[in-house]
């Protein structure tokens, strides 16, 4: 769906995407420096139609996962617009990945700490591997409401439907 | 025995830091949020519960009686020891029962209304499992060195018990009731509780462990107060309480969030039919 990071967005096209989870890896490589599709910060869901959709946080306005954070690690950047989760004061209690009404945040075992979507400061690796262009990051004034509309509707339609089969957060 | 009851809940605390991740030595940093995190109220209300309750502890095993009368600020550590300790028995269920995304933690008494059932039914099961605690180490301490004093206490808790357990009883049977007319997702998880893959836990861990058998062998041992019946029915009650926690962890489902169930609708009806609930994507 959509993500705001200075002023731009993350947008999913689903019709695209042909699972080669190349997003997932590139993820996973710039976040823990190894292939570990369960360690990504983005997920592709598989539903049962052999349709794919990557997923990543939504970064919401009013976030739930900032909200359910006790040590205040999980934290709304008021520059970026992003919702980050700071590696160092993270103490892993799990609040944002129950809290979070996607299911984003997720909770890394090797590294022990809750980690989610940072958009990789702005240069998201996903959006620059992406052989089909199935993921895109563009100034959200260049995104229409009724596209923004429909990519969402089509990706929450899959997740709705589908099951996290071949992703990475398992 | 009552008395000991901190330092029990410091070795639960002390279990509850294992189960944090690498930086666990920051758990002293989860009181940090208490604006809008229950997790770092329930941590302010459980410190407070173990220190003064330690603070009481210390008291009554090193103050002279005497003394101990006469000290106005040991009777309001004694007060707000036992608020603390109400606080503890009933912040876990608010605690789960703030993530409101997951329907079958927010059953409520009437629909989408009045009181949430949940934090109600750990304080019931809180008090049920802690006065069978202290029963059980009435029963051991009796055992071990043949003092009677605590009987008179045994045969009051057991009263006690009776009461608290049909409590339980009505509120969970509400809970399951309600959650089985909820929302999709709640009745999903009433499902799994009464006939799916957690039936087994609920029917013979909750309905049996924590309520029935103990419940049997408390009506049964009013009169008698045998320690080895009211051994097993305190045994019974703990184990129960735990499997009940289990239970209500391991059925929670997320709610599909309002602009998904768009989606599924606009999907079955492509023809643009209007949206029934607009309203619902405020959120």
């Known amino acids: 769906l959509v993500s705001n990071v200075h002023g731009k967005v993350i947008i999913i096209n689903d019709d695209w995407c042909n699972g080669c989870l190349e997003c997932a890896v590139a993820c996973s490589i710039v976040h823990t420096g190894d292939i570990a599709l369960d360690r990504a910060h983005i997920m592709v869901c598989k539903t049962g139609e052999e349709r794919f959709v990557p997923l990543t946080c939504h970064h919401c306005e009013t976030p739930s996962c900032v909200r359910a954070c006790p040590t205040k690690a999980c934290h709304q950047d008021l520059e970026s617009q992003r919702v980050l989760i700071d590696p160092n004061r993270c103490i892993g209690c799990r609040s944002c990945v129950t809290a979070c009404p996607f299911g984003h945040a997720h909770y890394d075992e090797v590294a022990r700490i809750s980690t989610k979507c940072d958009y990789c400061d702005g240069a998201p690796e996903c959006e620059k591997i992406c052989e089909t262009h199935a993921i895109r990051y563009v100034s959200a004034d260049e995104v229409s409401q009724p596209a923004k509309r429909g990519a969402g509707l089509v990706r929450a339609a899959v997740r709705l439907r589908g099951r996290r089969a071949t992703t990475a957060g398992g | ?283």
């Open chain 2, 1 to 283: 025995l009552v008395l000991w009851g901190p330092l029990v809940a410091a070795a639960g605390a002390s279990l509850l830091i294992l189960h944090l991740g690498r930086n666990w030595y920051l758990f002293f940093t989860a009181g940090r949020n208490p604006r809008t995190s229950w997790l770092a109220r329930g941590f302010s209300i459980l410190l407070s519960f173990i220190v003064l309750g330690c603070a009481v502890l210390l008291v009554d095993v090193f103050v002279p009686a005497w003394a101990q009368s006469h000290a106005v600020i040991a009777h309001v550590t004694e007060a707000l020891g036992v608020i603390a300790a109400l606080g503890t028995a009933i912040y876990t269920g608010i605690l789960i029962q703030s993530n409101t995304w997951i329907p079958a933690w927010n059953v409520r008494l009437r629909p989408a209304s009045g009181l949430p059932l949940l934090p109600a039914l750990f304080l019931l099961s809180a008090l049920s499992t802690g006065s069978m605690g202290v029963l059980m180490g009435a029963s051991v301490h009796r055992l071990v060195t043949g003092n009677a004093s605590a009987d008179d206490l045994m045969g009051a808790i057991d009263v006690l018990e009776i009461v608290l357990l049909v409590l339980e009883a009505a509120v969970l049977t509400l809970y399951v009731r309600n959650m089985r007319l909820g929302k999709p997702e709640a009745a999903l998880s009433a499902q799994m509780l009464l006939r799916g893959a957690w039936r087994l836990r609920f029917w013979i861990g909750v309905v049996g462990a924590a309520l029935a058998v103990p419940f049997i062998l408390d009506v049964v041992n009013l009169g008698l107060s045998q320690r080895v019946i009211a051994g097993v029915a305190a045994v019974s009650v703990l184990v129960g309480g735990a499997v009940l926690r289990l239970a209500i962890l391991g059925i929670g489902i997320k709610e599909t969030p309002p602009l998904y169930r768009r989606s599924e609708w606009q999907r079955a009806h492509p023809r643009q039919v209007p949206w029934p609930c607009d309203d619902e994507l405020r959120w």
